[in-house]
């Protein structure tokens, strides 16, 4: 287990994609994206301090497109 | 004063939703889904959590589908300019609000649509018949209120949505009037887009509003700040926030939350008894009146919880004038539904119109009731 970021649309599937974490145990975070000029611009991502492989499975089953961000995209 | 027009704007809130939007001012005050520091995200959670409101309310297809609007008319409009493209037909009741008239009219008059008006019966197979007779080949939406904010007629919507789906035709509804007063479930009836205001039965501040829809593509009638995509000039095509240009109405959104869940406590189904059996009470004193027409209601068809009647030899603005005087507010005139009218023929004097809530007494009815009798009775009061 490890902090990951995952890269969503908008704050709405960042709500919901934390809210699908929190009920499965992980501990999720709303971030502002520290780089908006990486991925089109302003947005958000989800920080999960205890992430695994399960993590973007339970985000995409839930209906939140999400994508695991690039190590370099969350330090500005 | 004794508050009768709810159908306008229900009145008054509940404190709970009064204190909820005073609290939102300080606790929410941050702008959602633009900043990333704590208060930011903590008012796009509160608003997230009223789409889920909405969406569970509703019987929707996700709160991630709930756009957050100004008002009913707002969301009917988008929906209209949203799908419809040029050399499009669009079908719509007998009963529709000018909410959905006038931009269908609009349309029509710059030559981009054309519109037809199906008449509603209260024989719920003519209605449907009365639909598909008026179908064309390019019919690419169908517009129909739930209730008629005039007659408080229930349109059969599961009906006209299967008849609707049978021609592979999107179906909108105006729940301008059902919202909060009457079950109104997205799935389970089929409705497509449904529009509602947040300020009259789910009981939230003026200046909400909310369309759910069915995951269907909408193009938006603002375009504008999302928050997201801030590079692209492109609106990004994400829902709800691409329909939801420009920062929200948090407060509102906020107290419609708990006006929803003050409706939700108390039931529908409690709402729309208790608000009928004070709409019956008053039918029938109406009706014992010489002079006075009844429209609708206290008939065998079932009705939503709001009366409409004229008195022989005056205007309708009159007798809400005189009822105004002694500090009863109803509504006079033509309640923005000039296809109403026509359909019923009241466009001379318009009709008064009374809609209790629950909040109402039966002491309330009876006081109008003795006064509509006074001014029926003296010609000059």
């Excluded at chain 2, 179908?135 to 008629?148: D, E, F, K, Q």
């Excluded at chain 2, 002079?291 to 007798?319: K, M, W």
């Excluded at chain 2, 002491?363 to 009798?373: F, S, Y």
Aim: hydrophobic share 40%.
């Amino acid at each position: 287990m490890s902090q990951k970021f995952y890269r969503v649309n908008s704050v709405t599937y960042a709500v919901k994609g934390r809210d699908a974490l929190l009920r499965n145990g992980y501990r999720a975070e709303i971030v502002k994206n520290p780089d908006p000029s990486r991925g089109g611009g302003c947005g958000y991502l989800l920080r999960v301090d205890n992430a695994d492989s399960r993590c973007l499975d339970i985000l995409r089953r839930n209906g939140v497109r999400a994508f695991a961000a690039p190590e370099g995209e969350t330090r500005r | 004063m004794i508050y009768l027009d709810n159908a306008a704007t229900s009145w008054p809130k509940p404190f709970a939703v009064i204190e909820a939007v005073n609290r939102s001012l300080s606790v929410y005050g941050a702008n959602p889904g633009r900043g990333g520091y704590q208060m930011s995200v903590d008012a796009s959670v509160a608003v997230f959590g009223v789409r889920e409101q909405l969406n569970e309310f509703f019987d929707g297809y996700g709160p991630e589908t709930v756009c957050f609007t100004q008002n009913c008319t707002q969301a009917l409009n988008t929906v209209i300019r949203g799908t419809l493209r040029p050399g499009d037909h669009v079908l719509i009741s007998s009963l529709e609000h000018n909410a959905v008239a006038r931009p269908v009219h609009a349309l029509t008059k710059s030559g981009e649509i054309t519109y037809d008006v199906f008449p509603v019966f209260s024989d719920v197979s003519k209605t449907g018949a009365a639909l598909e007779e008026k179908l064309r080949p390019n019919t690419a939406l169908i517009v129909v209120t739930a209730v008629s904010n005039v007659f408080g007629t229930i349109l059969p919507i599961k009906e006209l949505a299967e008849a609707a789906h049978r021609h592979r035709i999107p179906i909108c509804v105006d729940g301008a009037q059902a919202a909060g007063v009457l079950p109104l479930k997205m799935r389970e009836t089929g409705i497509d887009f449904l529009c509602v205001p947040g300020h009259k039965g789910l009981l939230g501040p003026m200046g909400t509003g909310a369309l759910l829809t069915s995951n269907l593509a909408l193009r938006p009638l603002l375009f504008g700040g999302t928050g997201t995509g801030s590079l692209s000039l492109d609106q990004p095509p994400v829902m709800p926030e691409m329909l939801e240009s420009g920062t929200l109405n948090v407060p509102g959104i906020i107290g419609l939350g708990k006006g929803i869940e003050t409706v939700a406590e108390m039931g529908v189904n409690t709402v729309y008894e208790t608000e009928t059996a004070l709409c019956r009470t008053l039918c029938e004193g109406l009706r014992a009146i010489p002079g006075i027409t009844v429209y609708g209601n206290g008939t065998d068809t079932p009705q939503a919880p709001l009366v409409s009647f004229d008195l022989e030899g005056r205007h309708s603005e009159d007798v809400a004038s005189a009822l105004a005087d002694a500090e009863i507010a109803v509504r006079g005139g033509y309640h923005c539904a000039a296809l109403a009218h026509r359909f019923a023929g009241t466009t001379e004097t318009g009709t008064v119109r009374v809609s209790p809530s629950f909040a109402n007494s039966q002491a309330d009815i009876n006081k109008l009731l003795n006064l509509v009798e006074k001014i029926a009775f003296y010609k000059n009061l």
